[in-house]
């Protein structure tokens, strides 16, 4: 496929004025909680939209929510199954808290959200893996992305994941219902986020308080908060999953994997899917998960192929997030490639090996981009897209959140719009 060219359903559009883009950044941070546009002195939030064919869409709305469907029906079989559990490489507290469900009662689940991440190749769409653990990108792909749509005439949002999110907690609790938005306090990115949600959900009627797990206590498997006199309705947990054995054994942190009455979203079982070890445990499934394995790359133990010799293998840690420790040779820097095989020969359990694919790069004026498009899924249902976009073939915290909207192909030949752009294979693999 050297020298291919071929045109793209995802185009990127004009960029917007400055005076425009400062309006909706500033908005996007005052009225919407985005308080973090920047990463090492450059801003994230792109100034221009990247642009979606409809049909391109309603085919990654199908395939996301196949993905979404074969996930649940798999993790639902997995959690009985010790001797796949342990293959993950998710650490002993986790291993053993998701050994137990199978004893005891799955924590009560509800509201489900995924976000599989679709990079377009020359063989078509491909994913990097599943957020199915604390997917995050709602200030980005909701308001961000609708401040973004009103600038550009033809175009549409491809929903807005948040309003959705609390849809569907609606569909399991009452109105009125008071709701916990659990994450890492401490954390400015994740207080961010927990704020734009409680506004969602005030929205829709719902009462949120943002607490911490360890402002957490259980009475006969009911969350409760201190202060509080009635249980919570619901828990709706941003604090990943494998954080949780750090917290001190009296805020029974196991109650988010099983033994919760209180409905949470997502409960902590969620890890399964979410680790990047996943497909080492498929061919001993009984489910069937055709649409994995026509979309993920092909991934092994790092035991299995020789990763060391051959540059067509890309290392990821079983729980990497945001583009973190991912080894490319050739991309990554030397000292931290360095670092990462040291710990993938000593400890291949937490690491597999996956083949590189060959994105298309976009071009945007003199540079050359790689898109990354994250489709949510919430109870089966594709609602909206979170959007990042790089000049390096690596998607990772250096990458720019972009707005992408839906427009019909016709709007690629109006300037004020999106233009067409020619795209080229490049050997690589975006996360």
Not at 116 to 134: C, K, M, P, Y
Not at 237 to 263: D, M, V
């Amino acid at each position: 496929m050297a020298g291919a060219t071929l045109i793209s359903p995802l185009t990127i559009g004009q960029p917007l004025p400055q005076a425009q883009f400062r309006d909706i950044r500033l908005s996007t941070i005052f009225d919407y909680h985005k308080w973090d546009p920047e990463y090492e002195d450059v801003s994230t939030l792109a100034c221009f939209p990247l642009i979606l064919e409809s049909a391109a869409w309603d085919e990654l709305r199908v395939q996301a929510e196949r993905l979404w469907r074969e996930a649940i029906a798999a993790e639902r079989e997995a959690i009985g199954r010790p001797e796949l559990l342990k293959k993950l490489g998710l650490g002993s507290p986790v291993t053993k808290a998701l050994n137990h469900i199978a004893q005891q009662e799955p924590s009560r689940s509800m509201a489900r959200m995924m976000r599989f991440d679709f990079h377009l190749t020359i063989e078509g769409w491909r994913i990097s893996e599943a957020n199915a653990d604390v997917p995050g990108g709602f200030i980005e792909s909701c308001e961000f992305t609708r401040l973004v749509s009103t600038r550009y005439p033809g175009t549409v949002v491809p929903g807005d994941a948040a309003a959705a999110y609390a849809d569907a907690i609606l569909r399991e609790l009452e109105p009125r219902s008071q709701i916990a938005l659990v994450h890492a306090t401490a954390f400015t990115d994740d207080r961010q986020v927990m704020l734009f949600l409680a506004d969602k959900f005030s929205s829709r009627g719902l009462n949120s308080i943002l607490v911490s797990p360890a402002d957490l206590f259980w009475i006969d498997g009911r969350a409760k908060v201190a202060g509080c006199d009635k249980p919570l309705d619901g828990l709706v947990r941003f604090f990943p999953a494998e954080w949780l054995p750090n917290i001190p054994r009296r805020h029974r942190w196991e109650r988010f994997f099983y033994g919760s009455r209180t409905p949470i979203s997502n409960p902590a079982y969620a890890l399964i899917v979410q680790s990047k070890r996943f497909p080492l445990i498929w061919d001993r499934l009984r489910t069937p998960i055709p649409t994995w394995r026509h979309l993920l790359p092909e991934t092994h133990d790092p035991r299995r192929v020789a990763w060391q010799t051959n540059e067509e293998w890309v290392l990821k840690p079983a729980l990497g997030r945001v583009g973190e420790l991912i080894g490319i040779r050739g991309v990554t820097a030397e000292k931290e490639w360095r670092q990462i095989t040291h710990d993938a020969r000593r400890h291949p359990q937490r690491w597999v090996a996956q083949q590189r694919f060959s994105p298309l790069a976009m071009s945007a004026g003199d540079e050359t981009m790689y898109a990354c498009i994250g489709v949510f899924v919430i109870d089966g249902k594709a609602c909206g897209i979170y959007g990042r976009i790089a000049n390096a073939i690596l998607i990772d915290a250096r990458a720019h959140d972009v707005a992408v909207v839906i427009g019909q192909t016709a709007n690629r030949e109006n300037n004020d719009v999106g233009s067409p752009h020619r795209i080229s294979a490049s050997k690589g693999l975006t996360i």
